[in-house]
Nanobody, 124 residues
Framework: QVQLVESGGGLVQPGGSLRLSCATSGFTLGYYGIAWFRQAPGKEREGVACISSSGGSTYYADSVKGRFTISRDNAKNTVYLQMNSLKPEDTAVYYC?????????????????WGQGTQVTVSS
């Protein structure tokens, strides 16, 4: 069955970096768009970044442009989110999701498959 497993979260100081990984199984990653979302306590789930099946198209939320980079390694069945210059407002549970088609959008309702999430905390 479709599985997505996030890892790489943790506690980091403001200005620091983390790289999240989304390991996938149960489907051919190269056919599908993948996105990262996040949800902070008391807030709605927010689209962070997404990447098309080929990797040729990427989209970012304005709040992370220039700081976060999404990438994929279809041979390793893994999608990454490199997060630099982290801010306290980046604190959230981060989820990866698979859309079921090759294109991607930053709309949670477009994604039927989700991982369990990984906690990112940015604090001094």
């Amino acid at each position: 069955q479709v599985q997505l497993v996030e890892s790489g979260g943790g506690l980091v100081q403001p200005g620091g970096s983390l790289r999240l990984s989304c390991a996938t199984s149960g489907f051919t990653l190269g056919y599908y768009g993948i996105a990262w979302f996040r949800q902070a306590p008391g807030k709605e789930r927010e689209g962070v970044a997404c990447i098309s099946s080929s990797g040729g198209s990427t989209y970012y939320a304005d709040s992370v442009k220039g700081r976060f980079t999404i990438s994929r390694d279809n041979a390793k069945n893994t999608v990454y989110l490199q997060m630099n210059s982290l801010k306290p407002e980046d604190t959230a549970v981060y989820y990866c999701a698979m859309r079921g088609v090759g294109l991607c959008f930053l709309a949670a309702g477009q994604y039927p498959y989700w991982g369990q999430g990984t906690q990112v905390t940015v604090s001094s």
